[in-house]
């Protein structure tokens, strides 16, 4: 028998004093608002994502496939 990992849902959550819609973070903030292992789960969100890459190299995986990122690459990501 072949287990699959759990997904996680992830629906979207601003801060108490944020009534906005949109949210821009950088990668430094977005982990400051979970333990390291949250990130380390697979999730499905209910809200659009904009991943931009402004420095360094970055990897996301979107529908189990790992899709690379390097400064200057865009990758949005819709929900479900």
Known sequence: MV???QIVSLGFNPPQDKRQEIELMSIADLQTRAPPEHFRQLQRADF???MGVMQGRASMMVDFSTLPLTPG???LIRPG
Request: no cysteine.
């Open 48 to 50: 659009f994502r904009l």
């Open 3 to 5: 287990t699959t990992p």
């Open 73 to 75: 690459g865009w990758l």
